[in-house]
Nanobody
Framework: QVQLVESGGGLVQPGGSLRLSCAAS????????MGWYRQAPGKQRELVAA???????NYSDYVKGRFTISRDNVKNTVYLQMNSLKPEDTAVYYC?????????????WGQGTQVTVSS
């Protein structure tokens, strides 16, 4: 059974930093692209950042230069370092694992962790 468990969310002041972690189990971690998505109240879930098994990264324009995604294929964990946080970064952040195999996409999600940026 695949499990993605996020941690590291919380309340932070504007300009502050947080580091999210997502520990994966039940899958061959190295084969999956790992991503972080977020969903603010009343808005659609959106991609924040993703990293392939080959360490190619992709960032939303809203976080480029402020957030950094990384992965540890030994610990089966993906991280999101968030710096210079803004109130508009407030959302529930979800960890995602995905791969395409034989033309079929496989997606797995964590339960989400709340990030609140407020003074």
């Amino acid at each position: 059974q695949v499990q993605l468990v996020e941690s590291g969310g919380g309340l932070v002041q504007p300009g502050g930093s947080l580091r999210l972690s997502c520990a994966a189990s039940g899958l061959f971690f190295s084969f999956y692209t790992m991503g972080w998505y977020r969903q603010a109240p009343g808005k659609q879930r959106e991609l924040v950042a993703a990293i392939t098994y080959g360490d190619t990264t992709n960032y939303s324009d809203y976080v480029k230069g402020r957030f950094t995604i990384s992965r540890d294929n030994v610990k089966n964990t993906v991280y999101l370092q968030m710096n210079s946080l803004k109130p508009e970064d407030t959302a529930v952040y979800y960890c995602n694992a995905n791969k395409v195999e034989a033309g079929k996409r496989y997606d797995y999600w964590g339960q989400g962790t709340q990030v609140t940026v407020s003074s």
